[in-house]
């Protein structure tokens, strides 16, 4: 006998929302044992005093620091390049050998582990060059490590331009810089800070690829060859070595807190560029 | 020859191994409102976007032939192609304001070309936006929004913007095609005003607005110019069979 | 004159723009240099085949890694896959769109918890649960898997959401149009037609899963053996060479190095079949338009 399908269909849809529940369930979760943990923890004492005893007692402020100058460094330097790239490759060329050549290069990189990037970053940046644990190393390395990110997502707000915005420019005596950067940026300007939030979100999640170029000093950094340790480094200590558990939690509620705020802000200037071009 | 704005001789256009003009020769006299009427895919706008050399935005075009600007060719390697589109301006079909405030949008080319100075800028604004017959309409909110107009507002706009960078040829591609009649009717009479100092090359898809507006008018159909004159004699006693069926409606 | 300024920026920005293939090309030939020798100096087979791994006696085998990671990856899998499939079919076919656009941000808001995070969470609640109720460490395979297949389901749903939204509309229509119901049209018509962006999904998933490193570390529990159970402690590829990599020198080091190659082949292998996966759609309906 046959079951009807209007059964199979009540039976999979159950099963499908089941599934969809129980991971919104577990994420969920996750945030809210975090912060139900972390919350009673985080005062601005804790966000400003210095860890003592390695961290088991105090607050977090220079991981703060290091978790706010690493992403910019990261930033600064994967901004212009990212950008420029995306540039390049909508406004400057056609599809030729050379960009794919590009695209590629690009994808490849968005694969790569982020423990490969701690091992590059360690013996090009930290080894070879010198530079030693340091922010500079850290940067680098992450700058390398976003740049697809960056890429990707400023390629795709460049060309979200109407091409009629580029026509009417070069038809009033405009040059293709000029265009670039009076019509074509300021206009792709939303969608290519999503990229950058995105990228930052990264930065302050990352732990494998800053361990190993940016070191884990507790000290505030004097200059950029000085190590840094960010909060997520911190919390992995914290959490590895059983140094304190309640500042792990603090910790990771901080972070929590931060990558959703970052991500929060570039869905928002995502849905207001999206709301802008729509009009 | 010096009556002639524009002179194009044996002019094809090749987008890849597709042919979209074949040799066309016209001459586009000074100050006068020349007319380019024909069905769609006739090769009007590529025409026209040779004018201005706006097709180099496309990839894998060229062209044969020979196009003079005051007995200049615009093709000749080396011609400054920006200084080109500074003498020649276009309005296109959708009116396209620039997102910007609709003194940002006037004063857009010329602030590239260099003119400073808060008091030129206002002055070529104004100057712009009445001779677009649209000064009046918006005076009191240059500092809002270009897309806050409505449609027939902002493709005067984009007349205003045109006519700031105070060029010597303006080409329209068929202008009014989105727009009420009476947003029409204050174009056309801004280009009847207009064309006193300006050469004006006008493509349209309505030949009524032809019959309006154009002194002459040419012909074009299937990349082809099959006949020009004055726009009395091409809508009356036009030479060509096929100008003839155009015109009088029996295909379009 | 504007014009050479026109050629200097052009040339300036194919200059930036080779920085991304530039960085890549720094990166594998660096790894490849510490890496490559060593493997050529102790014999790939010894390397990749034998249990035997003691660095201070010169032994470097990492077979036990390479089992762990495939065990942990596809126990992960095993886990993120349907769920996450599930849940993309669900929120693209079953739920308004209104819904679908508070969820689906979430989800991929989700996804950038640290990876640090949930190791944690796996080892201060997972861990103790297995060990329980299931016996063992806790610190295992089972952990690991559990841990990774959460953090991969935002990847899986993401990809298979933009499969499955990109079946144009008219595939539904007309399984509808002919009195099928909406699950018949989505798993007969929708799912065959997103399948190879489904798979590509599920592939890339695995890749970053193989990838992954903080997490495993924290609740695999890094005995170096090979697992014989799921609730075995086990060390991966990666946890070897961060928990290794701070004091690691010489023949040691260029040996982690080595685990880097490998394990970026797999990875470069996995990436490629996932895009080949959705450029030729599968069951050889490829479409050879130009």
């Avoid at chain 1, 740049?147 to 979200?160: C, K, Q, V």
């Avoid at chain 1, 939030?197 to 884990?216: D, K, N, Q, Y």
């Avoid at chain 1, 059983?242 to 929590?256: C, F, K, M, P, R």
């Avoid at chain 3, 990671?69 to 596809?74: D, G, K, P």
Wanted: with cysteine; hydrophobic share 50%.
């Amino acid at each position: 006998m046959r079951i009807p399908p209007k059964y199979t269909q009540m039976f999979a849809v159950t099963l499908l929302a089941g599934a969809t529940l129980v991971t919104l369930a577990v994420l969920l979760f996750i945030i809210v044992f975090v912060l139900q943990k972390g919350l009673p923890v985080m005062s601005v004492k804790f966000l400003f005093t210095n860890p003592q005893e390695m961290g088991r007692a105090g607050g977090i402020f220079p991981t703060l620091v290091g978790s706010v100058l690493l992403p910019l460094l990261a930033i600064l330097i994967a901004m212009p390049l990212g950008i420029g790239t995306a540039v390049y490759l909508t406004e400057y060329t056609r599809e030729t050998w050379v960009t794919k050549v590009i695209r590629f290069g690009t994808d490849c990189l968005a694969g790569i582990p982020s423990i490969i990037f701690g091992l590059f970053g360690f013996i090009f940046f930290v080894v070879m060059l010198g530079m030693g644990w340091s922010l500079m190393s850290g940067g680098l390395t992450l700058a390398i490590m976003i740049l697809p990110t960056i890429i990707r997502t400023s390629e795709e707000a460049i060309r979200a331009v109407p091409h009629s915005f580029r026509e009417v420019s070069f038809s009033l005596g405009a040059t293709r810089w000029e265009t670039v950067m009076k019509v074509v940026l300021p206009n792709a300007l939303p969608g290519i800070v999503t990229g950058l939030m995105l990228g930052i979100g990264r930065c302050i999640s990352e732990t494998a690829a800053v361990i190993f170029t940016a070191g884990s000093s507790l000290r505030l950094p004097q200059s950029g060859f000085d190590s840094v340790r960010t909060m997520a480094v911190h919390f992995y200590i914290l959490a590895r070595e059983g140094l304190s558990n309640e500042n792990a939690y603090g910790t990771a509620a901080v972070l929590i807190i931060a990558v959703l705020l970052t991500n929060l802000v570039a869905y928002w200037l995502m849905h207001r560029f999206i709301a802008r071009r729509t009009k | 020859m010096s009556d002639a704005k524009i002179t194009v001789r044996k002019l094809s256009v090749f987008f890849g191994q597709v042919q979209s003009l074949r040799w066309v020769t016209m001459d586009v006299p000074r100050n006068r409102i020349l007319g380019i009427i024909g069905p769609s895919g006739s090769g009007k706008t590529t025409f026209l976007r040779t004018l201005n050399r706006l097709n180099d935005l496309f990839p894998n075009t060229h062209i044969e032939g020979e196009v003079l600007l005051d007995g200049q060719d615009i093709h000749h390697p080396g011609f400054d192609v920006v200084a080109l589109r500074k003498r020649i301006g276009m309005v296109f079909a959708l009116p396209v304001p620039l997102p910007m405030s609709i003194f940002d949008n006037i004063v857009y080319g010329p602030r590239l070309s260099g003119v400073k100075g808060r008091d030129r800028l206002n002055e070529l604004v104004e100057r712009s936006l009445k001779a677009a017959f649209l000064w009046d309409e918006v005076k009191d909110r240059l500092q809002t929004s270009g897309l806050r107009l409505s449609g027939g507002q902002q493709q005067r706009l984009c007349l205003a913007r045109t006519l700031a960078m105070e060029p010597e040829v303006i080409l329209l591609d068929e202008p009014c095609s989105g727009l009420d009649p009476i947003s029409t009717a204050k174009i056309e009479e801004a280009l009847t005003v207009l064309k006193a100092k300006y050469t004006i090359v006008l493509v349209t898809n309505n030949t009524k607005q032809a019959a309006r507006v154009a002194d002459d008018t040419a012909f074009f159909l299937m990349g082809e110019m099959i006949e020009y004159g004055p726009t009395p004699q091409i809508f009356t006693v036009p030479h060509d069979k096929r100008t003839n069926d155009y015109v009088t409606g029996r295909f379009g | 004159m504007k014009f050479n300024r026109e050629k200097g920026v052009e040339r300036l920005l194919l200059l930036v723009a080779l920085s991304a293939i530039a960085s890549l090309a720094l990166i594998a030939v660096f790894i490849l240099k510490e890496g490559i020798p060593f493997m050529l100096k102790v014999g790939p087979g010894n390397f990749l085949l034998s249990s035997d791994w003691q660095p201070d006696a010169g032994k470097f085998g990492i077979y036990p890694m390479i089992v762990a990671s495939l065990w942990v990856t596809l126990g992960a899998m095993l886990i993120g896959a349907p769920l996450g499939v599930a849940g993309a079919i669900f929120l693209n076919e079953f739920v308004p769109r209104s819904v679908m656009r508070i969820i689906k941000p979430t989800i991929e808001l989700l996804a950038g918890i640290p990876s640090v995070v949930f190791g944690f969470i796996g080892v201060v609640v997972l861990a103790p649960l297995i060990r329980s109720h299931l016996g063992g460490p806790g610190l295992s395979v089972l952990a690991g898997s559990v841990v990774l297949g959460i953090m991969v389901l935002p990847t899986v749903i993401s990809i298979s959401t933009d499969a499955i939204s990109a079946v144009p509309n008219t595939y539904r229509e007309g399984a509808l149009a002919l009195g099928a119901t909406r699950w018949q049209a989505v798993h007969m018509v929708v799912l065959k037609a997103a399948r190879s962006g489904i798979v590509a999904s599920i592939i890339l998933a695995m890749g970053r899963a193989v990838g992954e490193t903080m997490a495993v570390i924290m609740v695999a529990g890094n005995a170096v053996k090979v697992p014989h159970s799921a609730l075995d402690s086990v060390r991966t590829l990666t946890a070897n060479i961060a928990l290794e990599m701070g004091y690691a020198t010489g023949m040691h080091r260029q040996a982690l190095f080595a685990t880097g190659v490998v394990l970026l082949v797999v990875i470069m292998i996995l990436n490629s079949i996932a895009t080949a996966a959705v450029r030729r759609p599968i069951g050889g309906k490829g479409n050879t338009k130009k």
